[in-house]
């Protein structure tokens, strides 16, 4: 478990795409915004997710809870907060909570498990590099590659 | 707890529009797949969500939790086994397995909460006529009304 | 142009997640049903499009137009027609027109033009063996192989 | 006809969920973008699209044109530029052009036909002070309401 793991802040408005008849965002599509905040969770730590791929590492998707509290509807600013909480051998574990911008109230809240794999489509450990990178502290690593 | 309920079996093919550039399903896409298998074990049991709308209930999602164990890919022919585990007094749980037709082995496990909604936006007890309606034996409403 | 070229017929079921908050099928939805429809036109004259991608052929999509006259809603039983119109000499286009189940009435049109792309991603022209699949009869390719 | 309509110009983000095994965004999210795209057209305008639709007042899509002669990959800092090449008494027009962020190629361009539509789900005219909306200059109402 990683202590007070600095949260990054991914904004997102919802596009109309994304509501359903029932007049809010349909839950598929948060898991949709989970994954372009940890888009920005890499960026805040000077690497890209896709940078991951072009070097053969894969993080897919083992395992997703989310709790949907409050409702997010069409247009709505919202704000995505991701932070890694937990890195295991070959697997890591995002938390995410999603609030209106300016908002403090967890709309949503939910984490997804990762395993890393390698290009022969097993789980493999973790790199000592990519260790590094997932640990970085985002204050030292403002710059956006890319 | 409902002991030994029926799953309800519901065919679909992957769509290239749910894969993604790994090569597999997207794990949000695994949740409309859920959210069909759900209209089906309506129609299972004589009726349809469509209907229970049109009266003014709605059945949000407002918890979601899936574990992806094997990969799903394109054209694949999957069957996504859901049944309802669990009714409260204004809330419903449903749970699923996704296999590949033919295949017994689980890709992909989960469950849903729902709670029932009145018009009014606002989670109302589960009415007696929708009661009877969730605990129906589907081999006795095999007529899917439409 | 190719005339009176049979049409293949694919029955779907809208999903709640096809549907927006205007209380219809979201425009874009239409392409995925399109693009399932293709996949049934090739099962249709005994192939898959996966099996081109198998062997390093590709068809991406170089144009869409889509003409939506009446609405489709969540639930709804419909039918996508897809048929092929125009085979050159490294491109192909298809066609669709979108009803109801058991009505005549088209709901939305449209075709998508694309070209056979190799695993080099460059165009390459239609090799006469998957020109001799395109140009099946459907009738006698009952068998759908997988 | 509108001369020299000026461009209203989104930047979006390619999600992972909008790529397709081709290793490319699918075709049918490009939708999803201009509808995006559309609703920062508004914005430029000092109003927004919900701001319609709260008073009742609809534009479904009911014509859609894409022409995609580029790629467009996971990650890839788009703009979409969109801007209004016709208003009539009842329709509007909305033309697209999809580039990369600081080239001026032109990777996708596309147009949509839209209706308005009134809370009686019919054509209605554009009524004059919508009509203002609509012929706005940004220049002058660069705040953003909302």
Known sequence: MIE???WTKEPI???YAE???MGHAYYANYLAWFEQARGAWC????FTYRSLEARGLY??????HARYHGE???????VVRVRVTEIRRASIRFEYEV?????????TDGYTWHVLMGSGRKAVSVPP??????????????????
């Open 129 to 146: 590099d990519v260790r590094e990178l997932l640990g970085r502290d985002p204050e030292e690593h403002a710059t956006v590659l890319d």
């Open 59 to 64: 993080l897919p998707v083992v395992e997703v």
């Open 99 to 107: 609030v209106r911008a300016g908002s403090t109230k967890v709309l």
């Open 13 to 15: 408005r919802v596009r």
């Open 4 to 6: 007070n793991a600095p």
């Open 43 to 46: 960026r805040d730590r000077g």
């Open 19 to 21: 509501t359903d008849q």
């Open 72 to 78: 997010i509807k069409y247009d709505d600013d919202i």
